[in-house]
């Protein structure tokens, strides 16, 4: 049993205006991952943590092999992370850009004297504040119980404690389900439940009849809900945050007299761990059973082409990677802000940008447009786009029908 009886979360249990909670971020450069991927790692790590409502004050990043099995990183580094809270007691948590397993997390908060969160539990913690709907809520819970069940043994003393803030909600907010067999009761009914949730969406868009499907695919905090705003002229929540909605949104649109339905979906993001997607399947059925994916880039990113190699990769993983795409540069007035200067002519920012264009068709392949969801730049060409794309899709599933488009 621990002796740490520190008392994290205190003023919010007692009523008092809750304060923004205080983090260090922590990642690790070792064989398989450089300094600068690391940097772009926790530059993403830092959006992450400000989703979750606290605020970043200190990096730290240690080269390593390979993470230390004990403490992840090394003990100089762990003794260099502990002086400087001791310095500055305000700071409520560090955040490991990197999965830990429950004995790690049990050493290093023994030693830290404050919470522990890694990425995952992170991802999970903002996935519980944004879950709306029942399936949304029964994902969520079943990603935190299959994150927690091999993790039980290191974890048991850390989750006795119960707290609030980052990293706290869900399971063991309300109870302690520590036991494995208790947690593995759990996630058997919550996929139950989610199986039965599943058939009824599955009822559902069988109902829907033989409309082609539109999906908008992309990295998290691209502009998809932004851009189905533009596409369908509806009100779909979106916000500058990672992870804004995990819901898939569907809108019946026509263009032209031409009708098809329009899904927005959870955005991926790097590093995303197994069980996460594994959960959100049900909810990604919404891509699988698409006839047409709208690849959204945020081309203003400095890590744009990573980010569409995610979102390839976990396309794939999903087994949806032959599809019909069309790719999506968005955000081209932010490209500007940060790439133009008041010195060049318009004939110099023209021809950058056709660079640009060139050098993106030339990797990615001719079927692409550049818009801002934002201020409606170059919408009309993607609707004109994507109305020919499912025209031909209609021809291509009915080709004996006669239909008026």
Same mark, same amino acid.
């Given at each position: ?54 605020r ?50 049990a ?16 991802i ?28 039980l ?29 208790i ?11 989610l ?88 909810? +990604?059925?919404?891509? %699988?059973?698409? =006839?047409? $994916? /709208?690849?959204?880039?945020?081309? @203003?990113?400095?890590?744009? #082409?990573? *980010? ?25 007035? +932010?490209?500007?802000? %940060?790439?133009? =200067?008041? $010195? /060049?002519?318009?004939?110099?920012? @023209?021809?950058?940008?056709? #660079?640009? *264009? ?28 994507v ?7 209609y ?11």
């Amino acid at each position: 049993m621990s002796n740490n009886n520190w008392t994290l979360g205190e003023k919010a249990r007692i009523g008092a205006k809750k304060e923004e909670e205080r983090a260090i971020l922590v990642g690790l450069v070792t064989r398989a991952q450089s300094e600068g991927q690391v940097d772009e790692y926790l530059d993403e790590l830092e959006f992450l943590v400000l989703t979750a409502g606290a605020r970043t004050v200190k990096r730290f990043v240690q080269k390593l092999p390979h993470p230390d099995p004990r403490t992840f990183i090394g003990s100089g580094k762990l003794e260099e992370i502990r002086q400087y809270i001791e310095a500055h007691p305000e700071v409520d948590l560090v955040v490991f850009d990197d999965d830990l397993s429950g004995k790690q997390v049990a050493l290093i908060e023994k030693a830290l004297k404050r919470k522990i969160v890694d990425r995952s539990t992170l991802i999970l913690d903002i996935f519980a504040r944004r879950a709306q709907t029942a399936q949304a809520k029964a994902q969520v819970e079943l990603a935190q119980m299959q994150y927690l069940l091999p993790r039980l043994r290191g974890l048991w003393t850390h989750l006795e404690r119960q707290r609030g803030g980052i990293g706290m909600r869900g399971p063991g907010e309300k109870e302690i389900e520590t036991d494995r067999r208790i947690v593995r009761d759990k996630i058997a009914m919550l996929k139950k439940r989610l199986q039965k949730i599943d058939q009824q969406n599955t009822t559902r868009r069988k109902q829907r009849g033989a409309l082609i499907r539109v999906a908008l695919v992309g990295y998290t905090n691209v502009g998809k809900s932004t851009l189905m705003n533009r596409l369908s002229k509806s009100e779909v929540f979106a916000e500058n945050k990672l992870f804004a909605t995990l819901d898939t949104t569907v809108r019946k649109v026509a263009y032209e007299g031409v009708p098809f339905l329009l899904s927005d979906t959870v955005g991926f993001i790097r590093k995303l761990p197994h069980h996460l997607i594994e959960s959100f399947k049900s909810t +990604l059925d919404e891509v %699988r059973e698409s =006839d047409i $994916l /709208l690849h959204v880039v945020d081309v @203003a990113h400095p890590a744009f #082409e990573e *980010h569409i190699a995610t979102v390839r990769e976990t396309l794939s993983e999903l087994g949806v990677g032959e599809k019909p795409v069309l790719m999506v540069f968005n955000k081209m007035d +932010l490209y500007r802000q %940060r790439h133009f =200067d008041e $010195l /060049l002519t318009p004939q110099e920012q @023209a021809e950058i940008e056709r #660079e640009l *264009h060139e050098g993106l068709s030339r990797r990615y392949g001719q079927n692409n447009v550049f818009v801002s969801a934002v201020t409606g730049e170059h919408i009309d060409e993607l609707r004109g786009r994507v109305l020919d794309m499912v025209k031909q899709q209609y021809h291509v599933r009915y080709p004996y029908r006669a239909q008026r488009w």
